[in-house]
T-cell receptor
Framework: EAGVAQSPRYKIIEKRQSVAFWCNPI?????LYWYQQILGQGPKLLIQ????????DSQLPKDRFSAERLKGVDSTLKIQPAKLEDSAVYLC????????????FGPGTRLLVL | QQQVKQSPQSLIVQKGGISIINCAYE??????FPWYQQFPGKGPALLIA?????SEKKEGRFTISFNKSAKQFSLHIMDSQPGDSATYFC??????????FGSGTQLTVLP
């Protein structure tokens, strides 16, 4: 089966600009996650969707980050305006449903904010 | 209370040796403990996972040892190979909610 797809793979922007990332989960996976992975650290959950509803966004900096999952399939994560400390890899993951813990990760989008 | 502490930060092992990575957690309610393997430029991939009702789980060369009373678990890689060189993350979750990851261990297996 096809894996989790993400685009773009790399993005360089200047601070205060906006940026958006796209994720297409594995077909049939109801649960979708966005993680932020800062260099040298483990991934940190930003937001979790179950179908098109938000399950957990407690660690999402809502003043600048937003995410949506229209129609319960693809998802976009947006940062506006970006800060230097947002430089990281943004990983999308999906799982069949919340009861199946195995999460399948995409390759990530590497963001550099100058 | 949601932290997962991982050590060592980096590990160098000779081919054929045993690699051991340790993790400790604080939240006794965690009920799922996976290990993920990440190669450069790739997303993490599930390697092996264990639940707290089992003290050990083995899959091929990879073994998780779990000590519930000490709130610790470890990954053992037997007969380590150069292809095992990657970053390994332990993680924990509660009732299939968000994964809390450790800080990662960069493993290098010398040929």
């Amino acid at each position: 089966e096809a894996g989790v797809a993400q685009s773009p793979r790399y993005k360089i922007i200047e601070k205060r600009q906006s940026v958006a990332f796209w994720c297409n989960p594995i077909s049939g996976h109801a649960t979708l996650y966005w993680y932020q992975q800062i260099l040298g650290q483990g991934p940190k959950l930003l937001i979790q969707f179950q179908n098109n509803g938000v399950v957990d966004d407690s660690q999402l900096p809502k003043d600048r980050f937003s995410a949506e999952r229209l129609k319960g399939v693809d998802s976009t994560l947006k940062i506006q305006p970006a800060k230097l400390e947002d430089s990281a890899v943004y990983l999308c993951a999906s799982s069949f449903d919340r009861a199946r813990e195995t999460q399948y990760f995409g390759p990530g989008t590497r963001l550099l904010v100058l | 209370q949601q932290q997962v502490k991982q050590s060592p930060q980096s590990l160098i092992v000779q081919k054929g040796g045993i690699s051991i990575i340790n993790c400790a957690y604080e939240n006794t309610a965690f009920d799922y403990f996976p290990w993920y393997q990440q190669f450069p430029g790739k997303g993490p991939a599930l390697l092996i996972a264990i639940r707290p009702d089992v003290s050990e789980k083995k899959e091929g060369r990879f073994t998780i040892s779990f000590n519930k009373s000490a709130k610790q678990f470890s990954l053992h890689i037997m007969d380590s190979q150069p292809g095992d060189s990657a970053t390994y993350f332990c993680a924990a979750s509660l009732s299939a909610r968000q994964l809390t990851f450790g800080s990662g261990t960069q493993l290098t297996v010398l040929p």
